[in-house]
């Protein structure tokens, strides 16, 4: 079963924006010392209250693995938000305080390849910043190819431009007729280097298939995408072995969300992340959509995560 996240307490000390829909938290420890450690690619989970309701979202650390003084997380105000990234926009002023977890990463480099190439879509960058950080420092052969909509959504491209890592960046607009061609740049990819994207599924996606056409190796492609999978497929029926209970999930519905006001279940994240939601299965399949159980782990069908992964069939019964 998922590990337990740790919670603490931080202050909000500077809010930058970054553009008209990115803002940039920088986040310090209430009793002045340093946050826990990190390494580069790693996430934190923020809880906000906002009344009567919670949201609770994954940001990636944007700051350097180096620096623990502080951690830095960019929010893109999302169109379609469930409240989050709304709240951290609209209602987060600098002083005030915020819950968040202890890091975990699920996006981490790789120890071994003779290079590294970063592939972010929009605020898919933000892990990488860290990344960058932590590659420069271990001396290793990286690149970053950035690409993004229009500039209103291509958020740091200045200072990454302007930075330490200026020289390895290249940006690709599609406001300006300069579109990333995925495959051409996969293509030139060595046989034994890593490959890593984040951003929107489609790129995501794109990414995956080229990488595999090359021939590269499953461990060799890295991926990460913070947002929740869209729920898909017909209603479906699930048993609460514990209580006998038999509860309806609707056509494009949740688990987790048919089920909360019958059994109570810990969930951080809501987006298949947090791995807090895991729970044995004890009839029927999984239909996997999250990212925190391994690909061995999703085919064994031992567990799922109930936020966001639904039943293959008419039924399932889960150790709840």
């Known amino acids: 079963m998922a ?27 209430t009793n002045g ?17 906002d009344g009567a309701k919670r949201h609770s979202n994954a940001y990636s650390l944007m700051s350097s693995p180096r620096d623990l003084s502080c951690y830095q997380i960019g929010v893109r105000r999302e169109e379609q938000s469930k409240g989050g990234s709304a709240f951290m926009h609209d209602k987060v002023a600098v002083g005030d305080t915020l819950t968040i977890s202890t890091p975990n990463n699920l996006f981490a480099l790789s120890d071994t390849g003779s290079k590294h190439v970063l592939i972010a879509g929009g605020i898919g960058i933000t892990p990488f910043v860290s990344q960058m950080a932590e590659l420069a ?9 950035y690409s993004f909509r229009s500039f209103e959504h291509g958020a740091f491209a200045g200072e990454l431009a302007a930075g330490a890592h200026g020289e390895r960046c290249r940006f690709y607009v599609n406001s300006e007729g ?6 051409a740049l996969v293509d030139k990819t060595t046989k034994d280097g890593h490959v890593y994207v984040c951003g929107p ?5 794109a990414v995956i298939s080229a990488c595999r056409r ?24 699930v048993v609460l072995a514990k209580s006998g209970r038999e509860l309806q999930v609707e056509e494009g519905g949740s688990i987790l969300k048919a089920i909360e006001s019958t059994v109570s279940v810990e969930c951080l994240c809501r987006e298949g992340v947090c791995g807090t939601c895991e729970t ?21 069908q031992q567990t799922m995560m109930i936020c966001v992964s639904r ?10």
Do not use: C
Not at 40 to 46: E, K, L
Not at 137 to 145: F, K, M, T, V
């Open 178 to 183: 300069t579109p990333l061609n995925v495959d």
């Open 33 to 49: 010392e340093n946050l826990p450690a990190f390494t580069g690619g790693s996430h934190v989970i923020v809880q906000m209250q």
């Open 280 to 300: 044995k299965i004890l009839e029927g399949e999984a239909e996997h959509f999250d990212q925190y159980l391994s690909d061995a782990e999703k085919a064994a």
């Open 201 to 205: 599924r489609p790129l995501i996606d």
């Open 137 to 145: 420092e271990r001396g290793a052969d990286y690149e970053l190819h």
């Open 311 to 320: 039943a293959k069939g008419a039924r399932i019964v889960l150790d709840l």
């Open 3 to 29: 590990n337990k996240y740790e919670m603490m307490t931080v202050r909000v000390t500077a809010i930058d924006e970054v553009t008209p829909l990115i803002k940039r938290f920088t986040l310090e420890a």
């Open 214 to 237: 090359r021939g590269l190796a499953e461990e060799q492609i890295h991926w990460e995408q913070f947002a929740a999978a869209p729920q898909t497929g017909g209603a479906f029926t």
